[in-house]
């Protein structure tokens, strides 16, 4: 009979079906950092507090340094026979320097040990996606500094609604990436406790010190109670969350600068570095990227569904169900970190075409507001105003020009409290930098939102 880590009360050997359907060895190895980082502090707590010898630690952590280099370098082959990466890497220590290694899983289960290691590697990667949504941001705001006087139709339902400037419209997108750093930099703080200790479920009679593994991990400190650290996956799932409102946030932009670059836009073109050709329609140039990152979302948002169905109405503590917490984790990060390090670079590259955007300001009666709020100031009600400007764009549709191109004379015919002032008032320059309010779209304001973000940047 074939030995494994746990068949002391065995008397026949695994099923094949099962070793394979059991094991998480070819999806968890990619956790071989954390957990040897785990067990190096376990080992070096159980030696403080006279549990292993010094000498056993040193041992230890020599052969665990030694696996270390034999995963990096390729020349340790993972086998399903060793289940997962925690017995991977004991089983491997252990065949290194004999009987000292039989004695690292002292006061520790595999189901603390896998939740330290998950949730280390969710504060590493909430780190690196931090840093790569600031780089974002700040290709963002670098597109903003050259556009805050590009006029651009702003739109609601997708109609032509104000002239707002191309700055305004993309920091609209700083605001949120930078909302989704934030989301991740809380999630960080509230998670970062160390599960290390909490053995199986109940804590263990061991004389352990859970401070000091908490502290060696970077936690802050240990969690609160053995029986939640060991069932908690909180932590996963508000990876899972984050990276999903990430996703709404890069799917809003993609699909945003797919319209952007087609003929009918054509407000921006896209980089051939980031563009794709059709195998039939030479003329073809596509925004292949844009289109990823939008479908991607699902991918994300459907990792989200996944753990949060596997979570649901789960017994405490630890069930093997939650071996599936992983993958999902896995490809929700990797996607994110891909993706926005792609977004960056063809945000970087694109081409902003400021003539077509100034074009696309002439249809659409952008400044209908501002006649009417021009008159407002005159004294006359909102609601009256509302229809006046109403009737100028009824005419200037007739003519078959813009708002913005009525003279004086045929505004003064719908009106005649109307004088030349209201020629100013609806040139979308004046539209644009009139709208001062605080996060408006005028250039001072867009200025002191560029200065918010390059303050967040800084920081
Ligand atoms: N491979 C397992 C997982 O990822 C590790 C924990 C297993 N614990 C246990 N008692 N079977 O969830």
């Known amino acids: 009979m074939k030995q494994k880590m746990w068949d002391g009360r065995f008397e026949e050997s695994s099923s094949e079906l099962l070793e394979e359907f059991n094991a998480s060895i070819f999806f968890d190895n990619k956790l071989f950092k954390e957990d040897i980082k785990g067990s190096i502090a376990h080992a070096k707590m159980l ?16 052969g665990l340094h030694q696996v270390l280099g034999e995963i990096e370098s390729g020349e340790f082959k993972f086998d399903i026979s060793q289940e997962d990466i925690h017995m991977a890497v004991e089983g ?4 290194i320097i004999g009987e000292a290694g039989k004695k690292l899983h002292t006061a520790r289960s595999r189901n603390d040990q896998v939740a330290t290691d998950f949730r280390l590697y969710c504060q590493n990667q909430n780190q690196n996606l931090r840093a790569l949504i600031k780089n974002l941001i700040s290709a963002i705001v670098s597109i903003a500094k050259e556009n805050t006087s590009t006029l651009v139709p702003g739109m609601t339902h997708l109609q032509h609604a104000q002239p707002i400037s191309f700055a305004f419209h993309m920091l609209a997108y700083a605001a949120m990436f930078k909302r989704d ?8 703080e509230r998670n970062n406790y160390s599960p290390l200790g909490s053995a199986a479920l109940a804590g263990t009679p061991h004389p352990i010190d859970r401070d000091m593994t908490a502290r060696e991990l970077g936690f802050f400190a240990p969690t609160i109670n053995a029986m939640d650290s060991t069932s908690d996956r909180d932590f996963a799932l508000e990876m899972l969350f984050n990276i999903s409102v990430l996703f709404t946030h890069i799917s809003r932009l993609s699909e945003e600068l797919i319209l952007w670059s087609s003929y009918e836009f054509k407000w921006i073109t896209m980089s051939d570095k980031f563009s794709t050709g ?32 596997v979570m649901k109405g789960l017994p405490l503590a630890y069930n093997k169900d939650m071996q599936e917490d992983k993958e999902g984790v896995f490809d929700s990060v990797e996607t994110a970190s891909a993706s926005l390090v792609i ?13 077509n955007m100034l074009r696309a300001c002439e249809i659409g009666h952008l400044t209908a507001t501002d006649l009417a709020d021009y008159l407002v100031k005159k004294g006359v009600p909102f609601r009256e105003t509302h229809h006046i400007s109403g009737r100028a764009v009824a005419l200037a549709e007739k003519k078959g020009v813009d708002l913005s191109k009525l003279s004086l004379e045929e505004l003064k015919g719908i009106d005649n409290r109307i004088d030349e002032g209201a020629l100013e008032v609806l040139k979308h320059i004046n539209s644009m930098n009139a709208r001062r309010s605080y996060g408006g779209t005028s250039e001072e304001s867009v200025r002191a939102q560029i200065a918010y973000f390059e303050e967040f940047l800084r920081s």
């Open 92 to 95: 491997r220590l252990t065949e």
């Open 278 to 309: 059709s195998s039939i329609m030479p003329q073809k140039k596509n925004p292949d990227v844009a289109e990823l990152l939008r479908g991607k979302t699902g991918r994300v948002y459907g990792n989200l569904m996944g753990l949060l169905t």
């Open 47 to 62: 030696s403080s507090v006279g549990i292993i010898t010094d000498e056993e630690y040193e041992a230890i952590k020599k």
């Open 343 to 355: 977004l960056t670079e063809m945000l970087k590259s694109m081409k902003i075409e400021k003539e």
């Open 181 to 188: 750093y934030e989301r991740l930099e809380s999630s960080f």
